[in-house]
Nanobody, 124 residues
Framework: VQLQASGGGLVQPGGSLRLSCAAS????????IGWIRQAPGKKREGILC???????FSADSVRGRFTISRDNAKNTMYLQMNSLEPEDTANYYCARNRFPKCSNWSSPGSYDYWGQGTQVTVSS
């Protein structure tokens, strides 16, 4: 089982960025998968999760700005980030939630397989 995150970079406040997470060794369509981020000096926090039956869960801090989706044909998950703020600067990880229906999705401990992380920096 492997997850490969990509797409991070430097973006100005108010800008957009799309992260990708390619999976191998398991099928995303049958899994609960999410995005977790870790800002400098802070703990990791789950921000989005999409369940195998298509329900999405999001943290208050990103709701309305970030969207999680997946392309089953490509076995790839995406994180579309709009209206980015300096507070969104973090290392972003994709991971598989081990529990049914993204249970306890905001806790990093709920995820078993992780990608390597991709850095997003929001700065002018």
């Amino acid at each position: 089982v492997q997850l490969q995150a990509s797409g991070g970079g430097l973006v100005q406040p108010g800008g957009s960025l799309r992260l990708s997470c390619a999976a191998s060794g398991f099928t995303l369509n049958y899994s609960n998968i999410g995005w977790i981020r870790q800002a400098p000096g802070k703990k990791r926090e789950g921000i989005l999760c999409i369940s195998s039956d298509g329900f999405a869960f999001s943290a208050d801090s990103v709701r309305g700005r970030f969207t999680i989706s997946r392309d089953n044909a490509k076995n790839t998950m995406y994180l579309q980030m709009n209206s980015l703020e300096p507070e969104d600067t973090a290392n972003y990880y994709c991971a598989r939630n081990r529990f049914p229906k993204c249970s306890n999705w905001s806790s990093p401990g709920s995820y078993d397989y992780w990608g390597q992380g991709t850095q997003v920096t929001v700065s002018s």
